[in-house]
């Protein structure tokens, strides 16, 4: 069975610059989170699809960050405009249903440095 | 307050030591992982619980509902089991800060 694929696994861009991570998880599974793991910090969820649904986005900022689950498989997570306090590494997950009790299973991330 | 807390922050032990990590919630909880993140490294899920106890090679898993505890035993512990270790809590995904364990020879 294939993992949670995510893309690009590095970037670098300056502040104010705009950058889009993308996620394919693993067939099947109906729920896809993506989180932010700044350094030293557990992940922060940023928002949650079930199918092409959006689940919760509580702690998304939405003044500058966007996602999309159009089809219900694959994710989009943009950042426009880029802030400094926005590196960190975005991490993709999927499960089977979004209650919480199946098991989560995490891609590789991708991480986002700022200057 | 964290809805999801974990102590120790940070754990060094020797070789074969028995290690403990615990982590307390505050929220209602259709399930309990315990996650693992190599340094550099991607998380690794070791167990969803909900009730009880899990067993894994040389790791044990423990919740009590009750009490909104759960613990995380290794036995035997090995150098190779120096990581981080964090607890989440679904629906919400509500995620501890971690523990650092290191493990010396």
């Known amino acids: 069975e294939a993992g949670v694929a995510q893309s690009p696994r590095y970037k670098i861009i300056e502040k104010r610059q705009s950058v889009a991570f993308w996620c394919n998880p693993i067939?099947?599974?109906?729920?896809l989170y993506w989180y932010q793991q700044i350094l030293g910090q557990g992940p922060k969820l940023l928002i949650q699809?079930?199918?092409?649904?959006?689940?919760?986005d509580s702690q998304l900022p939405k003044d500058r960050f966007s996602a999309e689950r159009l089809k219900g498989v694959d994710s989009t997570l943009k950042i426009q405009p880029a802030k400094l306090e926005d590196s960190a590494v975005y991490l993709c997950a999927s499960s089977l249903e979004g209650t919480g009790a199946n098991v989560l299973t995490f891609g590789a991330g991708s991480r986002l440095t700022v200057l | 307050k964290n809805e999801v807390e974990q102590s120790p922050q940070n754990l060094t032990a020797q070789e074969g030591e028995f290690i403990t990590i615990n982590c307390s919630y505050s929220?209602?909880?259709?399930?309990l992982h315990w996650l693992q993140q190599h340094p550099g490294g991607g998380i690794v899920s070791l167990f969803m619980?909900?009730?009880g106890k899990k067993k894994h090679g040389r790791l044990i898993a423990t919740i009590n509902i009750q009490e909104k505890h759960s613990s995380l035993h290794i036995t035997a512990s090995h150098p190779r089991d120096s990581a981080v270790y964090i607890c989440?809590?679904?629906?919400?995904?509500?995620f501890g800060t971690g523990t650092r364990l290191t493990i010396i020879p």
């Open positions: 619980l909900s009730s």
């Open positions: 067939s099947g599974h109906a729920t």
């Open positions: 929220v209602g909880i259709s399930a």
């Open positions: 989440a809590v679904g629906p919400r995904s509500a």
């Open positions: 699809f079930q199918n092409n649904g959006v689940v919760d």
